[in-house]
């Protein structure tokens, strides 16, 4: 009879666990708590770069707020996908890479939607950046960028896009005719510069200094961090500050992996976040003129255009949204164009 007892209070116990065990899994992923994991986590630029340093402290207090069980080892240059940035986009939608700073223009080779941000001239300026990616534009970008399997964990900065080029100074659309600029892989980009008669080139971000070294290319578009960072100062004499397009960073995490997290983990990796974006985009401003300073004393030419120029840039170019408001959606896009 002992015996019995004996068994039966064993059963009881190992189904009082299983339930125990049961509640505590059905709360959004809190089985995870206290897992250990190493991650792994790409930036497109090199680990001189803003994007570099913010990911490290995001890494950082990831890692010491989680009392050491995330660890994330941060990978300048797109050193998992070979440099290549479109790679990387589709590695973390797929889950091989498990977090990212990656820019919209890349994401958008997954979603042309979301191309919009992109779009020549749609910013005035830094404030209204800042004011439209923290209204309802910014929550629809969130949500495109979900439905393909990355939680994004807040907006950094690369900046608005900058023209350099190694043959003359640039203050109309008619002196970029007939120039070879390399541009991201995207369509829109494709156009916009064909209609300023550039000739437009694409290549991954890895190769454009020795294309711009060996006069494959005569210039290329990037914000300053991403010129100065990349060192292409070396072999740029002109630099063109129009603003023409912003270029909006997502840090962005596989969705099933954060999924997975428990709730303790998720708010963990938010915060986080939401710390190295604020940094990185502080940074990215309170360094851009000294990096322009250290550029001017290498010998490049910085160029400002007058309004007037800076009405014939942005004439040039209209078409480009008439061609691609149903593209990135009419509605998104005015979402945008609002003031």
Avoid at 174 to 189: A, N, S
Avoid at 192 to 219: K, R
Wanted: charged content about 25%; hydrophobic content about 35%; aromatic content about 8%.
């Amino acid at each position: 009879m002992k015996k019995n007892k004996f068994s039966l209070l064993v059963i009881v116990s190992a189904i009082l666990t299983l339930l125990i065990a049961g509640c505590s899994s059905s709360t959004g992923g809190d089985a995870a708590a206290g897992k250990k994991m190493n991650l792994k986590m790409s930036v497109t630029i090199s680990d001189t770069s803003t994007w570099y340093k913010a990911a490290e402290q995001f890494a950082n207090e990831v890692k010491e707020n989680s009392d050491g069980r995330i660890n994330i080892k941060v990978y300048p240059n797109e050193q998992l996908t070979g440099g290549d940035s479109g790679k990387a986009v589709e590695s973390l939608s797929k889950g091989t890479v498990d977090l990212t700073y990656n820019s919209t223009i890349i994401y958008s080779i997954l979603n042309d939607k979301l191309g919009v941000l992109s779009a020549p001239f749609l910013f005035k300026d830094a404030a209204d950046v800042d004011a439209k990616l923290a209204g309802e534009g910014g929550e629809e970008i969130k949500q495109i960028i979900r439905d393909f399997g990355v939680e994004p964990l807040g907006f950094g900065e690369n900046g608005f896009r900058q023209l350099t080029n190694s043959v003359q100074e640039i203050k109309s659309p008619e002196d970029i005719k007939g120039l070879k600029i390399r541009i991201p892989g995207i369509k829109m980009y494709t156009d916009l510069w064909t209609l300023y008669g550039a000739n437009p080139a694409t290549m991954t971000m890895s190769e454009v200094f020795t294309a711009l070294q060996q006069g494959t290319v005569d210039g290329q578009e990037n914000p300053i961090d991403v010129i100065h960072s990349s060192k292409l100062q070396e072999v740029q004499k002109h630099v063109t500050m129009w603003n023409y397009s912003y270029d909006p960073l997502i840090l962005g995490v596989n969705k099933k992996l954060y999924d997975s997290l428990s709730d303790e983990d998720k708010q963990i990796l938010q915060a986080a976040a939401d710390n190295a974006n604020k940094y990185q985009i502080e940074l990215a401003r309170d360094t851009e003129k000294q990096q322009i300073k250290e550029m001017e004393e290498a010998g490049v030419k910085f160029y400002y255009p007058t309004e007037e120029e800076m009405a014939a840039f942005k004439e040039k170019v209209q078409p480009i949204y008439d061609d691609y408001k149903d593209v990135w959606g009419e509605d998104l896009l005015n979402l945008f164009l609002e003031n």
